[in-house]
């Protein structure tokens, strides 16, 4: 339809040029129609628009009732061949069954006449096809109006083929990549679409995304994620690794402390494998521990009290008793008493702490841990078993 329109406005054009200077010097002329009882009187203007819109709104009328009419036919068609359907039908049966990978020929052809996607989608291709270098190759040939689509496309690759380097490099471009024009109707989808690569790169790579000059690219779940892939790798980390996580925590405190309560006690539990964080591991605690009580988050605030060099047992005793009376009835408070009394020579009252809870597993351990007292190896034994059931809880005290 839209041809159709540029079509008439061309040709009204040529005909609009052409009278005006037939009639320059003589006029807009005169035409009389007589028919049956019918008489008009008008010039030569005014017949050529009745004509040019009378002529449109017929061809418009056509263009409708033919689609109409063809629509209903393919409604009742019977399709006996894959190849009978409309290519954009094709298309749009392929993105359904997700078959891309088996109509590599197909899509090729579809795409071999444009001149905007032929390079993309031919390394898309390549890419299932896990054929790397061809990949990276025909996307150098990419028109550059599709600019954003290749980069997205590169990423893809060296992801792929775990170059988390030239990643980086590329998702940080096009981090401060001004969108083309053309791809703002669908914004959204390309904002969700970086976000997803740069949540890939994230797991994939957990101690190099420290070193992005920008953050909050992860969703809530990704970010969890991409926590706990920090804590299964810590001991991976090199001195520049833990200075950027420490650096980037700093950099996210106050807004880390609005986060949700899963995504602050990931951040506690790599607080606390880092001594010069020790500050920062305490308040966020406390923080945590106001707002609901965690039986993990209240071990690492308590095995970092009695890891101090010099501990206030008063102080922790207080503080210990004060979120007794907010939360009752938890036998963590009693295992962490037991530890104060015990070294602060208070050993009856320690020993008669160990007859609460009988059926706790914490409780339990205490009492097994005060009866090989002195058995320094058989204790070091009994805290590796007690680890395993303490998600990224490392047993100090």
């Known amino acids: 339809m839209k041809q159709v329109l540029l079509a008439y406005a061309f040709i009204s054009l040529i005909i609009i040029a052409g009278l ?3 009639s320059y010097g003589y006029g807009a002329g005169y035409v009389y129609l007589y028919w049956r009882e019918w008489q008009i009187q008008t010039n030569i203007w005014v017949i050529f628009i009745f004509l040019a819109g009378l002529s449109l709104i017929i061809q ?11 629509r209903e036919q393919r409604k009742l068609e019977t399709i006996f061949n894959f190849k009978n359907l409309h290519p954009y039908e094709q298309l749009a049966v392929i993105w359904l069954l997700e078959a891309a990978q088996d109509q590599h020929e197909f899509i090729q052809g579809v795409f071999s006449q444009s001149g905007l996607l032929k390079g993309i989608i031919g390394s898309r291709l390549y890419w299932m096809q896990q054929q790397y270098p061809q990949a990276l190759a025909i996307l150098n040939q990419s028109n550059a109006m599709a600019f954003e689509l290749a980069e997205i496309q590169r990423i893809e690759i060296y992801l792929a083929q775990n170059d988390g380097e030239q990643a980086l490099t590329h998702l940080e471009f096009l981090n401060q990549h001004e969108l083309s024009p053309w791809l703002n109707d669908v914004k959204s989808a390309y904002d969700l679409r970086l976000t997803a690569l740069w949540g890939k790169f994230a797991l994939q790579f957990p101690w190099m995304y420290l070193r992005s000059t920008k953050y909050g690219h992860l969703g809530t779940e990704t970010k969890q994620e991409w926590l706990q892939q920090l804590l299964l790798d810590f001991d991976q980390a090199d001195v520049e690794d833990l200075q950027n996580l420490q650096q980037r925590y700093l950099d996210l405190q106050d807004q880390i402390y609005s986060r949700n309560y899963g995504i602050k006690t990931l951040w506690l539990k790599l607080l606390s494998r880092m001594p010069e964080m020790s500050q920062q591991h305490e308040d966020l605690a406390l923080h945590l521990l106001d707002e609901q009580f965690n039986q993990d988050v209240f071990y690492l605030w308590f095995q970092q009290q ?4 010099n501990p206030d047992y008063l102080r ?14 938890l036998p963590v408070f009693s295992f962490a008493k037991w530890h104060i009394y015990d070294a602060t020579a208070r ?5 008669k702490l160990l007859e609460l809870y009988p059926d706790n597993v914490m409780m339990n351990y205490l009492r097994i841990k005060s009866t090989l007292k002195g058995q320094d190896d058989l204790i070091k034994q009994l805290n590796l078993i007690f680890e395993n059931n303490a998600n990224f809880v490392e047993i100090k005290i």
């Open 60 to 70: 418009l009328l056509w263009l409708a009732i033919k689609r109409y009419l063809k």
């Open 20 to 22: 005006s200077v037939l």
């Open 316 to 329: 922790v005793e207080q503080r210990i008793d004060y979120w007794e009376n907010k939360y009752p009835f």
């Open 306 to 309: 009695l890891l101090k060099q």
């Open 347 to 351: 050993y009856a009252e320690a020993d």
